[in-house]
């Protein structure tokens, strides 16, 4: 249970008092312990507004400049701290923008509340100006959803969704309140839900299946641990590296789960899946047991399923009871919350060691190294390469900086380069794939951790999807890092064009602005870098920096990401070149 | 063998509210299958609905649905059974002329002998009901056509499992928590 802030303290359970639905939202908000949310007012959702600014010296809402920003600048909160991040929006349009924020959410698991204005309730189903369907619209990519049409509902509504959002397998909740409610006053009282009586958050973990679990990883030769994002949403960084370090089992990651257990970790072997490492992804079909935890078999981990560790026992130690054996079918499944679940299969477990096995990593490594890392890092070429960016900013910022990356081959760069010593730092859209995260994503993990060092790592495509969010940055005084990769191309598109449709670039290529001027346009300190030998200094000079920085980096047009999977191959066949 | 496809039906017990039906029937579009019949009714419990979902598919399929549906947080409890775990229905409504009442001497032993019966008669129709299993409903479909039919309808299948679901024992084992 999460301790109370006197602030939340001051807005539970205290005696009824009759006030509007509007206040009553942004009580319930104090009563959770909010003290920032995202979002863009508008004709629906004013009333709330209205109380937001009376409140404003107790929560501090975010004007982005898109609703979509909002929602990922909520996820990128959440992601970094743990705690529900909160979007705003009015109806119509509003909820629709963020409708891209919440089905990224919902893939990812991310806890988030959004509040969306909805016209009043007479008018629903009129086609009024401004009404949408959200509740309909949003039900498919919400854990849960619900429409408010009576003030009195607002409490126990707000509380079950805060509560449903985080608990279990975290998740978006969107709450519809119609304009009416918001206006009508009520006998306010604010309780914070304990249970839902048709919802269990954590299933019950059979004790038997610790046992089994136990005894085919200490038969095992050749273990392997997988583990995914599960680890970092029970915090079980701590009982993950125990089991490691006690079994001796190489450990593997998947790009939702980077950065529980340093990089420089001598068990920490690298990343599974499409852009993976080398060495997990082939000997993913060499090993004798797989020990998945808190990851859920993603097509892009898995590659092709039926040859996908047939060789193996699996056991997967998961908190949805739908992900075991949804795509990969187990042997043990060992239901329950991470931590506790390892906590519990700790002492069952045999110290050991599999250094013959583990070496076998090792020399995949030194091959993967030679034809790709080494190029990737330390190149000889003219051209810069994204893998140099990332070791420059690995050095300025020690590996300790949160990387905020987008999608596509900068964002696979930054997962397989980036220096993860710090649990938490990689916040990145995995399963949803959405271009324009990471800027608005930026801005919520920033505000969550201001002490932390924020870079934001993207490609010159993504970014301008919401580079508008610069504003956002501005008007804020944010101190985000944001990095362009610019190669000039929709670089993953353009890399499987070349690789899987004989170079026919089509809608690939880009003519793209001055980003240096327009970063310097909403007054963000702003540098360009093509050549090496100005890069160091320049990532230095950006670490170095109090405010935000903007830095562009032109990047080698055609480079590629590799190793690769490609799409319908088995794991094992990953290409190196 | 558990990929091999046959009928099952669903009961899933759930909380009653708005849009859990779309919530449900989501998971099936999604997926592209084809959900044969959909009843959702009151349950033995107060507050408490319940879904009866007849879908062709095989057990490996249908394992990974339950799961789907019941990780959404307003169900309760979701099962699946096969024909022989339940005792089944479905109901069906015949709008006959009722001339042919009275002219075809055959129809008067059809719905004798089918255990059908007559709802309503009036001058212009009467209306037939039958409710029984899907291929008694289809003999009668099928003997009666040759007549003539104004209007037919057919209800979802409804079923109660053999086996005690134990839905009230979940539900005060939260209460009691």
């Not at chain 1, 190149?379 to 140099?388: S, V």
Request: hydrophobic residues 40%.
């Amino acid at each position: 249970m999460d301790t109370l802030t006197a602030t939340q303290k001051q807005y539970l359970e205290q005696p009824k008092e009759r006030i509007s639905g509007s206040e009553a939202i942004v009580r319930c908000l104090l009563a959770e312990g909010v003290d920032v949310l995202y979002g863009y007012p508008g004709g629906a959702i004013m009333p709330v507004y209205d109380e937001l600014y009376k409140y404003e010296d107790k929560i501090n809402h975010v004007l982005t400049r898109h609703e979509q920003c909002a929602a990922h600048a909520a996820q990128g909160y959440a992601r970094i701290s743990g705690k529900v991040g909160v979007a705003m929006a009015t109806s119509g349009p509003g909820a629709t923008n963020l409708v891209t924020g919440i089905a990224d959410a919902q893939i990812d698991s991310t806890p988030i509340v959004c509040i969306t204005g909805q016209v009043p309730s007479h008018l629903l189903g009129s086609d009024a100006f401004q009404e949408t369907d959200i509740v309909g619209i949003s039900t498919p990519v919400t854990k849960w959803n619900h429409q408010v049409t009576k003030a009195s509902q607002i409490p126990e509504i707000i509380a079950r969704a805060f509560y449903i959002a985080k608990s279990g397998r975290p998740g978006p909740v969107l709450i519809d309140i119609t304009k009416d409610a918001q206006f009508e006053e009520f006998d306010f009282q604010y309780k914070k839900c304990t249970g839902v009586r048709s919802y269990v958050p954590v299933p019950k973990t059979d004790p038997s299946s610790i046992s089994a679990a136990a005894a085919l990883i200490n038969s095992a030769k050749k273990p392997l641990i997988i583990w995914g994002q599960g680890i970092i949403l029970s915090k079980a960084e701590t009982e993950l590296k125990a089991l490691v370090e006690k079994a001796g089992i190489p450990a593997a990651w998947t790009i939702m789960g980077a950065s529980a257990l340093p990089t420089s970790h001598p068990l920490n072997i690298g990343m599974v899946g499409m852009h993976g490492n080398y060495a997990p992804n082939v000997l993913t079909n060499d090993c004798d047991v797989l020990i998945a935890i808190g990851m859920r078999f993603d097509d892009r981990v898995t590659g092709k399923l039926d040859e996908y560790a047939t060789q193996a026992k699996i056991v997967h130690l998961e908190i949805d009871p739908a992900e075991v054996d949804k795509n990969i079918k187990t042997d043990v499944a060992v239901l329950g919350d991470a931590k506790q679940s390892l906590l519990e299969l700790l002492p069952q477990v045999n110290d050991n060691s599999h250094n013959e096995w583990l070496q076998k990593f090792k020399d995949l490594y030194e091959i993967e190294y030679e034809k790709v890392i080494k190029n990737d890092l330390h190149p000889t070429k003219a051209g810069l390469t994204m893998g140099e960016v990332l070791k420059e900013i690995n050095i300025q910022t020690k590996g300790e900086a949160a990387i905020v990356s987008d999608v596509g081959q900068h964002q696979m760069i930054a997962c397989r380069y980036a220096d993860f010593n710090i649990t938490k730092s990689n916040i990145t859209s995995g399963g949803l794939g959405t271009m324009g995260f990471a800027l608005p994503a930026a801005i919520g993990a920033k505000m969550a951790a201001p002490d932390r060092e924020v870079v934001a790592v993207i490609g010159d495509g993504g970014y301008q999807m919401t580079i508008q969010e610069l504003g956002t940055i501005f008007q804020n005084k944010l101190p985000v890092k944001i990095v362009v990769l610019n190669n000039e191309f929709l670089g993953m598109v353009r890399q499987w064009q070349q690789l899987f449709f004989e170079k026919r670039y089509a809608s690939t290529e880009m003519v793209n602005p001055n980003f240096v001027a327009i970063a310097k346009g909403y007054y963000i300190e702003a540098k360009k870098v093509t050549k090496r030998e100005d890069l160091a200094a320049t990532v230095k000079e950006m670490i170095d920096s109090d405010g935000p920085y903007f830095l562009e980096v032109c990047v080698e047009k055609e480079g590629n990401v590799f190793p690769m999977v490609p799409s319908g191959a088995s794991v094992s066949d990953i290409r190196l070149e | 063998m558990a990929t091999e496809k046959k009928l099952y039906t669903v009961s899933v017990y759930t909380e009653n509210n708005i849009g859990l039906l779309n919530r449900i029937s989501a998971i099936f579009q999604r997926r592209h299958i084809n959900i044969e019949s959909l009843n959702i009714s009151v349950s033995e419990i107060e507050g408490v609905s319940r879904f009866t979902i007849l879908i062709h598919m095989s057990e490996d399929q249908i394992k990974k649905i339950l799961g789907q549906i019941e990780k959404q947080v307003e169900v309760i409890k979701a099962y699946y059974h096969t024909d022989d775990d339940t005792i089944y229905q479905e109901s069906c409504l015949f709008k006959i002329k009722s001339d042919l009442l009275f002219e075809e001497r055959q129809i008067q032993n059809i719905i004798k002998e089918s255990n059908a019966h007559i709802v309503t008669v009036n001058k212009e129709f009467f209306v037939l009901e039958k409710s029984g299993r899907r291929a008694e409903l289809e003999t009668l479909h099928k003997a009666l056509s040759v007549f003539g039919i104004m209007q037919f309808v057919r209800s979802a299948r409804i079923a109660v499992t053999k086996d005690e679901l134990k839905i009230t024992e979940m539900l005060n084992a939260f209460k009691n928590q």
